[in-house]
């Protein structure tokens, strides 16, 4: 367990484009939660391929903001791709844009394996940390990023924390 970051990286903001949904921690601790089907529908509805023309770099964001109460209250996730500025009206119903602020964020990177429970993992590790003085979350905007092509099975993800 690493609790610490493996870089401060300072980052300019930019734009997501992807369906989201709003939850709890509490609600996705006990089991109904509603990220998992969240990426489900992405892929099902191949929001990726939809998008394509518009994709900026390859990969795949979930993003964290709209937070109510830091980490205890509602906030609502983003699955989605980096998209261009000059995106145009969307015409397909459900997907929305987020632009993540230019901040200073925290990365923590996983370990490889299945990447459902190392992302857990390290969401764990990220919460022991962010307890210790001095380690201040902004709830700005937090997000992953998965590589292109990650393997769900042996992936690596890195989760960027935005911190004051």
Excluded at 30 to 59: C, D, T, V, W
Aim: hydrophobic share 40%; aromatic share 12%; with cysteine.
């Amino acid at each position: 367990m690493n609790q610490k970051p493996v870089r401060i990286e300072e980052r300019p903001s930019f734009l997501l484009a992807g369906i989201s949904t709003v939850t709890t921690n509490a609600a996705e601790l006990s089991g109904a939660g509603k990220i998992g089907m969240l990426y489900e529908r992405f892929y099902a509805n191949r929001i990726e391929a939809q998008l394509g023309a518009h994709i900026l770099s390859p990969g795949l964001y979930g993003c964290y903001f709209n937070y109510e109460q830091g980490h205890l209250g509602t906030y609502e996730v983003m699955v989605g791709v980096h998209v261009g500025d000059t995106l145009p009206v969307i015409q397909m119903e459900s997907v929305k844009t987020f632009v993540v602020p230019a901040a200073q964020y925290a990365v923590f990177v996983t370990e490889r394996g299945p990447i459902i429970e190392a992302v857990q993992r390290t969401w764990g590790e990220i919460w022991q940390w962010s307890q210790q003085p001095g380690n201040e979350r902004t709830f700005t905007g937090d997000f992953e990023y998965y590589g292109p092509q990650v393997d769900p099975n042996n992936g690596q993800a890195e989760i960027y924390i935005a911190i004051s």
